[in-house]
């Protein structure tokens, strides 16, 4: 309601909040309008993920030797000094004489004493 007990008209809505109805309204310009701003919003996601992706291959080259390619960008874990969990998890340990018990030893160890 106005001041004078008058309803309020959805153009007077829209003109108190900067929005124009009507015929002077621009359709296809505002259209444009809003599928450039979703180009920047996509260029701007696309430049985020790139800056993240750099950030990670960063963190992964302070742990590994070698830096890392872009299929092994994620952090690998190490169950001892030096020795990537992957390479336990191939070991052969169900089998009490199997030749793999050997290096299992030898990575509990650098576990326990390379620390």
Known sequence: M???GEPVTD???ASNLGIRIGSSCDVPKTFKELQEKRKD???EAAERRREE???VEQQ???IHDSPPTPSRITLIMQIA???DAAVWQRLKLGD???ADW???IDILAARIHDR
């Open 2 to 4: 106005t001041e004078s």
């Open 11 to 13: 153009n007077q809505v």
């Open 41 to 43: 919003q996509s260029v």
């Open 53 to 55: 992706r750099e950030t």
């Open 60 to 62: 992964a080259s302070l």
């Open 81 to 83: 000094p030096g020795v």
């Open 96 to 98: 009490p004489n199997s």
């Open 102 to 104: 050997v290096t299992a």
